[in-house]
């Protein structure tokens, strides 16, 4: 299982969840040595440091609600950025000839030896809820990363309202972000919702023993998050419902519980695919070839055909975690592969 995504992380005492206090456990960091204040005190400090023209809004250069569409039956689906990877070049395609992948990087507009990876949330709205998919990056993974909270604040989406959290699946960039720098829930209000499947494989001890030295933070982070959602966290298989109209469909080979979610809107349909295609020109153009971030890979290859084939034929507006354009997107056949048409 050779997953050798290394990153410039912000931390590695504490992966996946803050290093700060907890209000809940009064339990203290080993590297806390000033008073710790709570969120609210901490968010009425900072308001007042923005009425003072103190603070600036951290800019990364990424638009923040990317894009928004509605379904129809007042249900509509937005995007909003957690900021972006940088990865190395070789990332997506690893064990394919260097000048194959320069080209297909090429034609994406990605050129030298790293590419900034873009990281598109999805906020799904109904008369009744605010579901999100997936939970962003948190403070603790990359320091381009973690820019959720802060670009729903911006575009006037409160997070104590949202309702559901729906994981793809349980790698950093979609899940470390399920608790905030002082280590609270980042949305106290949400039930959270994962495959059996994908919970299974990160509470399994013995996936933290497979991974190579440079991963291993990421079984330590899923589980702790998983674990410490504790009544809060339902497991579903796919197909079901996490409420009408929204459907789990399975996606797996990225990771072995991997989900993607069907929205259905009357006759409009739009699917939220997380990493099941997370590059603009090789998951369509080069659906066989292998990115380094796939835990098992034939079943990836063949889930990337199929869900292409089932985007086309029945001609399904996407989302994906990884893609340009804030992310949203069709599929389109093209000689014997398929291409990626941003949504305008």
Partial sequence: MPLNWTTQSRTTANPGRAPLTSRTTGEPSPNLTTRTIDRRTFSALLAGTTAA????RPQLGWASASNTIDLGNDIS???ITDGYLTLPATFPAPDVEAAARQAAMAAAGQTGDTYKSPINVTLIQTPTEKILV?????AHFMATAGQLTANME??????????????THAHPDHIWGTYD???????????????EAEHAYWADPGTLDALPEARKTFAIGAKRNIDSLGEQLQRHQPGDDIVSGITLVDTAGHTPGHVSVLVSAGNKTFMVLGDALNHPVISFQHPTWHPNSDHIKDQAVQT???LLDRLVSDEVDFSGYHLPSGGMGRAARKADAFVFEPLT
């Fill in 53 to 56: 023209g103190l603070l600036v």
């Fill in 77 to 79: 689906v937005t995007t």
């Fill in 134 to 138: 997936d939970s962003g990056s948190g």
């Fill in 154 to 167: 911006a575009d006037g989406i409160d997070r104590e309202a949202i309702t559901k959290v729906i994981y």
């Fill in 181 to 195: 720098e002082f280590d609270e829930l980042t949305f106290p209000n949400a039930t959270f919702h994962i495959s």
């Fill in 304 to 306: 990337r055909l199929k």
